[in-house]
């Protein structure tokens, strides 16, 4: 079946750590998104690629790194420079430039990050 | 700037109606989002509305004002599994992604 996998499922980061979240997509989209949930408040967008080898910073990049080599990949590191990182990180992916029009995001499963 | 707005919160009874209202201020327009998010879980696909109007898919409706930046979902003969977030999210004029309000948690009663 097609989809967005996302692993692990929760992560926990030491102090000083970086950690790279991973997301694949087999639906043969275009566009990969990462978003942050925090309790109360809504997604919001970190690093966001329209295609493969180019990535554009979101609304609350810093201390976030992406890369965008294949396709179907669009890790995620949070580095030691994210001072709060708990929350819960959500990919999703979209048909892309191609297509005008109704491009609804589909979402992975999530992996949820706490501190040690 | 980028501003949606919808309640925190609300309450239904189970086999009811209920409406949840979004209004939005965006840099731009290209379509607006609904999601249900139950906890935990990652976000599903709704509706998507464009065009001014009413968009109809099975128990769940969809409308959008374009000119009053208000859209709002209408959820009819409502079951207990339509407990869930209620996310309301605008497609702004750039190559971005969406931009999400902070969610309506709908509580369903028996």
């Known amino acids: 079946d097609g989809g967005i996998t996302q692993s692990p499922k929760y992560l926990f980061r030491k102090e000083g750590q970086n950690v790279t979240l991973s997301c694949e997509q087999n639906?043969?989209?275009?566009?990969m998104y990462w978003y942050r949930q925090d309790p109360g408040q809504g997604l919001r967008l970190i690093y966001y690629?329209?295609?493969?080898?180019?990535?554009q910073k979101g609304d609350i990049a810093e201390g976030y790194s992406v890369s965008r080599e294949k396709k179907e990949s669009f890790p995620l590191t949070v580095t030691s420079a994210q001072k709060n990182p708990t929350a819960f990180y959500l990919c999703?992916?979209?048909?892309?430039?191609?297509?005008?029009?109704?491009?609804?995001?589909?979402f992975g499963d999530g992996t949820r990050l706490s501190i040690l | 700037g980028q501003n949606i707005d919808q309640p925190t919160e609300m309450t239904a009874t189970e086999g009811a109606i209920v409406q949840i209202n979004c209004t939005y201020q965006?840099?731009?327009?290209?379509?607006l989002f609904w999601y249900q998010q139950h906890a935990g879980e990652a976000p599903t696909f709704l509706s998507y509305?464009?065009?001014?109007g009413l968009e109809e898919k099975g128990r769940f409706s969809s409308f959008l004002s374009r000119s009053k930046g208000y859209s709002y979902l209408l959820l009819k003969e409502l079951q207990m599994k339509d407990s869930a977030s209620y996310l309301c999210?605008?497609?702004?004029?750039?190559?971005?992604?969406?931009?999400f309000g902070k969610g309506t948690h709908l509580i369903i009663q028996p």
């Open positions: 965006t840099s731009g327009f290209n379509g």
């Open positions: 690629s329209q295609i493969v080898n180019d990535f």
């Open positions: 999210a605008v497609k702004g004029g750039g190559a971005d992604g969406l931009t």
């Open positions: 639906l043969n989209h275009d566009a």
């Open positions: 999703a992916s979209s048909i892309g430039p191609r297509v005008l029009g109704n491009q609804p995001q589909h």
């Open positions: 509305n464009v065009l001014d």
